[in-house]
């Protein structure tokens, strides 16, 4: 009974929002206050020519885990940025599916990254200079 539910509410609950990712090359993850960042690092590096895009799961139970297997089959490579230890990165590299690799860049104890550390990061994951 219980998996019945918990099958339901997969179906029909997972709320997410997509930023830029029609086209993608490249997608972040992020979810909170990291996603507003890497709206900014995405506008960043479509100005510099890189395709880049973000998922932003609005649920993290139940989580997009179909959509971000859509969008790994688009993509080089995914970076989950978080603002913890790294809770969402493995849900993010089940959902990829081993499709493309999977980075985070996290910080803890109220350490905000800029959009620009972001785009530094991404860069030093994917080797673009």
């Known amino acids: 009974k219980l998996h019945a539910k918990y099958s339901e509410i997969q179906e029909k ?20 206050c990291s996603s507003r960042i890497c709206e900014a690092a995405v ?3 479509r100005a510099e020519g890189i395709k880049a895009g973000l998922l932003r799961p609005v649920t ?8 971000i297997s859509r969008l790994a089959s688009q993509v ?3 970076m989950s940025i978080e603002l ?19 980075g985070f ?7 905000i990254y800029t959009p620009e550390e972001v785009a530094e990061e991404f860069r030093k994951f994917n080797n673009i200079k």
Do not use: H
Not at 18 to 30: H, R
Not at 84 to 99: C, I, T, Y
Not at 105 to 111: D, I, M, S, V
């Open 13 to 32: 609950e997972v709320k997410f929002t997509e930023y830029m990712t029609e086209d993608a090359e490249y997608l972040f993850t992020a979810f909170g």
């Open 43 to 45: 506008d960043m590096l």
């Open 60 to 67: 993290l139970f139940p989580f997009p885990y179909k959509e």
């Open 76 to 78: 080089k490579s995914i």
């Open 84 to 102: 913890n230890f790294g809770q969402m990165v493995e849900d993010v590299r089940l959902g990829a599916e081993n499709k493309c690799p999977v």
């Open 105 to 111: 860049y996290g910080r803890q104890g109220g350490n």
